[in-house]
């Protein structure tokens, strides 16, 4: 499959679960995770109209944001674990950082940014060990104790356990919605917290079905290694 008929697939699988949710597919942002796509996958995921693209790792980020610096309109996504000494290097080429998930990130962002930051609060709902973020309990006392002057929290972001029992994912994203609503009600400066950042190759239609605004999907855009015959 080349990248072309990848995303054609990926695009009507998006329409077809915003239909099914009686959602628009305006309404869900597409962030092509580049982890193992080069620049000039990249390039080629442009040409086809794509706008928005995710990385996890701060070396490989700087790198395809230099290489690709003429595109007009890029939107980069940041949204691996980022450490506190990486955060100046990164900050100023960020658009969204999807991965705010500890204190100490929030207080670096904000010592080092010269510009508002928009950030997803990442939330481990799961409950993994091995998953990063807050717990909800601790999402609603750090968002309502905190005072930002650059960070603006518009969402929350998730990532799902790896699992393909879809009552445990809808069950997740429902979870992540609720505390999105919940967040939102509390009407807290510089936290308007109306996206939602979930669903993945994996899980991607039905975090759409539970609310998604931003899915982020790496795999069922690149397998062009599968040769057809
Ligand atoms: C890799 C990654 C994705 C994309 O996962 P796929 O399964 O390739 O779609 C999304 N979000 C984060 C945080 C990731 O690290």
Same mark, same amino acid.
């Given at each position: 499959?080349?990248?072309?008929?990848?995303?054609?697939?990926?695009?009507?699988?998006?329409?077809? $679960?915003?239909?099914?949710?009686?959602?628009?597919?305006?309404?869900?942002?597409?962030? $092509?995770?580049? &982890?193992?796509?080069?620049?000039?996958? =990249? @390039?080629?995921?442009?040409?086809?109209?794509?706008?928005?693209?995710?990385?996890?790792?701060?070396?490989?980020?700087?790198?395809?944001?230099?290489?690709?610096?003429?595109?007009?309109?890029? &939107?980069?996504?940041?949204?691996?674990?980022?450490?506190?000494?990486?955060?100046?290097?990164?900050?100023?080429?960020?658009?969204?950082?999807?991965?705010?998930?500890?204190?100490?990130?929030?207080?670096?962002?904000?010592?080092? *940014?010269?510009?508002?930051?928009?950030?997803?609060?990442?939330?481990?709902?799961?409950?993994?060990?091995?998953?990063?973020?807050?717990?909800?309990?601790? *999402?609603?006392?750090?968002?309502?104790?905190?005072?930002?002057?650059? =960070?603006? =929290?518009?969402?929350?972001?998730?990532?799902?356990?790896?699992?393909?029992?879809?009552? @445990?994912?809808?069950?997740?994203?429902?979870?992540?919605?609720?505390?999105?609503?919940?967040?939102?009600?509390?009407?807290?400066?510089?936290?308007?917290?109306?996206?939602?950042?979930?669903?993945?190759?994996?899980?991607?239609?039905?975090?759409?079905?539970?609310? $998604?605004?931003?899915?982020?999907?790496?795999? $069922?855009?690149?397998?062009?290694? =599968?040769?057809?015959?």
């Amino acid at each position: 499959m080349t990248k072309q008929q990848n995303l054609a697939d990926v695009s009507s699988r998006i329409e077809a $679960a915003c239909l099914k949710a009686n959602r628009k597919p305006d309404d869900v942002a597409l962030v $092509a995770v580049t &982890k193992t796509i080069d620049a000039a996958g =990249i @390039e080629e995921l442009y040409s086809l109209g794509l706008r928005n693209f995710g990385e996890n790792r701060v070396d490989v980020f700087l790198e395809k944001v230099e290489a690709l610096k003429a595109h007009p309109g890029i &939107k980069w996504h940041f949204i691996g674990s980022l450490q506190t000494r990486k955060v100046r290097q990164v900050l100023p080429h960020i658009d969204y950082l999807h991965s705010l998930d500890r204190p100490s990130l929030a207080a670096e962002i904000e010592k080092r *940014a010269e510009r508002d930051i928009d950030c997803f609060l990442e939330v481990n709902i799961s409950g993994e060990a091995s998953k990063h973020g807050f717990t909800k309990e601790e *999402a609603i006392e750090f968002l309502t104790e905190a005072s930002f002057q650059h =960070i603006r =929290i518009i969402g929350l972001m998730t990532m799902a356990p790896l699992t393909q029992d879809e009552t @445990e994912l809808h069950q997740v994203f429902h979870e992540l919605k609720e505390l999105q609503q919940r967040v939102a009600s509390l009407d807290l400066n510089r936290v308007p917290c109306t996206e939602l950042s979930m669903g993945m190759t994996n899980d991607y239609e039905i975090a759409i079905q539970e609310g $998604a605004t931003y899915i982020r999907v790496g795999r $069922a855009l690149v397998n062009d290694e =599968i040769v057809e015959v």
